[in-house]
């Protein structure tokens, strides 16, 4: 396996509800509504004792997290974060941040959600936002930029997904989604697969991944906190085979000589095309 390799999880090591929110984020071939994510509540102490050494963009991000609460000592109550694609994420997130308080330490509550667009168009996003009344830290003059400064506002007594609709538009089915409460209904659905595909996997990450595929979670190879076990080169002649049988892809572990490699989604196939990615 590539040392540099980072996963999203270890079955063996990780909590059930981190890894079906890796599913639910890192989800391929599903609507983008299906992959609206309600993230755990982020405290300002987990800033000094989480990793940031996970990729390039890491300390960017930890930055963004730092700006991020510094908005919300001004008195802001909600960001929006923009993460652009790059050669890292094979696709863009925003995150709406919600601003609070408990036990006399401030969080933020998270949406998060796909962002499928690249970085002209994240820029413009980014621009908007400022044209209507948003405040950051610092200027955003470049992409990098764009990933370093949330967007805050205030709101004034005005419901959040009010604002949002207000701001965003085009991303009617996200807030749509929150507002109806797919989301967390989504995640139970979800849970409940892992756990499945956990008990019948034993502590083999490769295999619960091909549980997973076969009952439709099939993940990115790589997103905001790592990739997937099924990109790695798993030994001489041996890797994960997508296979279509009437009309319905299937995965099975197995030898690779004579097959092709899609650098997209890591599976090995046979014929013209990759029968997950259809390229």
């Known amino acids: 396996m590539n040392k540099e390799f980072k ?3 270890d079955i063996n090591d990780t909590g059930l509800e981190v890894v079906a929110r ?6 391929k071939n599903v609507s983008p509504s299906m992959r609206v994510v309600h993230a755990e509540d982020y405290f300002r102490s987990r800033i000094y004792r989480d990793n940031w050494q996970y990729n390039l963009h890491s300390q960017v991000e930890k930055k963004a997290t730092i700006n991020a609460f510094e908005l919300f ?3 802001c109550q909600m960001a929006i974060w923009i993460s652009p694609q790059s050669e890292i994420y094979e696709e863009g997130r925003i995150n709406v941040m919600l601003f609070g308080e408990k036990g006399g330490e401030k969080f933020f509550e998270t949406y998060g959600m796909p962002l499928l667009e690249g970085e002209e168009k994240s820029m413009e996003m980014g621009e908007k936002l400022i044209e209507k009344g948003g405040v950051v830290r610092g200027n955003i003059n470049e992409i990098d930029d764009l990933r370093e400064q949330p967007i805050a506002f205030y709101l004034r007594g005005e419901e959040w997904l009010k604002k949002c ?3 965003l538009p085009e991303l009617s089915w996200a807030w ?3 507002a109806l409460g797919k989301v967390d209904e989504n995640m139970k659905k979800i849970a409940l697969e892992v756990q499945m595909a956990r008990e019948k996997a034993g502590k083999n ?8 595929a076969q009952r439709g979670y099939l993940l990115n190879i790589s997103g905001s906190h790592g990739g997937s076990w099924l990109s790695q080169d798993l030994g001489r002649e041996q890797g994960i085979i997508a296979l279509n049988i009437g009309g319905k892809i299937e995965y099975r572990l197995g030898r690779t000589e004579g097959l092709k490699h ?3 989604c890591g599976c090995w196939y046979s014929g013209e095309k990759c029968p997950v990615c259809n390229k």
């Open 7 to 9: 996963p999203y999880f």
């Open 73 to 75: 000592d001004s008195g």
């Open 165 to 167: 609709q207000e701001l």
């Open 22 to 27: 890796v599913f639910q984020e890192e989800r």
């Open 176 to 178: 749509e989604t929150i």
């Open 205 to 212: 990450n490769y295999l619960f991944e091909i549980i997973m």
């Open 262 to 264: 899609c650098e997209k």
